[in-house]
């Protein structure tokens, strides 16, 4: 016989063996162990990942912000350009392609890999050489010139669409956030008017208690929203502009919950039942965020995320109020004694797992989709241990990896679920400027019943 003719009897024979033997074991025999061993193959990668080394959790959270961008809610930039002693209000100057004296600059960005910002035009709500209005020009104009200036690392964006495109094209989509109804004046146009400047959000207070609207730091006067306050967040709905919720008080959450059509934001908040200031957000508002859409943007404040900061600074409060009677206009006597006080109670050190317990619990009662990152810097003068400026973002996901989040939830903190509320808003802004125009209301009309 061939050495040919051998091949082909010897393969007719394994074929022959290989039939049999299938048809001899029953077809779950051959079938059933395929999935569980894919999904224990699944699990265990998961759980290697969560107890894996701080360099590999790193790694594994840097592939995925290359598939899916981080975008941060509140970043003050704009406003440290503004202050800066030397040079004040200088974009020129203030060159990002150089280590900053702040938080921010490119080189930091680029570490941590920021895909999308909100950069907050703020301004103070007790400026007493002019109206708002001026100031609030000058700091979009400010941020509108970083922007434009930095082409290769920055594109404008208006939409949800025009940051991933930015993202795609290795920029960062910048947006624009007034941090402030104050800036409005009590006019609608003028809302508008920010709006068509760029303005994707507005808080609806800083500091300070409006007309129309209680502060979380001040004394209440409305309630909650006005009749003009709950038009404010009517029309913003019908521009497209987000409603952001962090600086004002539970009552005006809730109206603006009641009023709202689309996705609200706390653009630098975080949960009231981890650390008890009226900064963040009690879990009544929490529990309300499925069903509207919204997003919490945890801020990397220690005084808001750590109860030991917080209650140290409410200490600390206390004191200077106490020596400023005890020694009234000495100002020598009254340094004195606060420095004396701090020497022997030295501020309390938050960290990153500080911050990731208010994720934990915003994701508990929420839910994953609602949870973002707000870190506000350069809005800031203390920062949390490890999360010191706008390089270290990977640092607080890695911290979310080892706390057993899964790829999508982490995708939906670093980004996803912010621009999954912006997209959300810009299609109820479509469908409400089909149905009504620009409103024309005004304070006066809605809250003072005064007759045009």
Known sequence: MSLTAQCRKLTALLLLAGCVAA???PATAQTAPAKPAAKSASSKAAQDIRT???????????RLLRTSPLVDGHNDLPWAMREEKEKPLDVEAYNLRRTTKGMTDIARLRQ??????????????DIRDSGYARVQLE???????VIARYPDVFSPALTAADVRKAYAQKKIGSLLGMEGGHAIENSLGALRAYYDLGVRYMTLTHNVTLDWADAANDKPR???LTSFGKEVVREMNRLGMLVDLSHVSPGVMSDALNTTEAPVIFSHSSARAVANVPRNVPDSILARLPKNGGVVMVTFVPGFVSQRVADHDAALNRLRDSVAKRYPGDNDAQFKAVAAWRQVNPTPIATISDVADHMDHIRQVAGAA????????????????????VSTYPYLLAELVKRGWTESELRGVAGENVLRALARTEVVSARLRKERPASTKTIQQLDRKITP
């Open 23 to 25: 048809l001899s074991t």
């Open 52 to 62: 894996a080394s701080l360099e590999a959790r790193l790694a594994y959270v840097r």
């Open 112 to 125: 941590g890999q920021v895909g999308g910002q909100f950069w907050s035009v703020y301004i103070p709500g």
């Open 139 to 145: 700091q979009i104009d400010i941020a509108r010139r």
């Open 222 to 224: 409305t309630g909650g």
């Open 370 to 389: 609602h949870v973002g990152m707000g870190g506000d810097y350069d809005g800031i003068t203390e920062t949390v241990q490890g999360l010191e400026d």
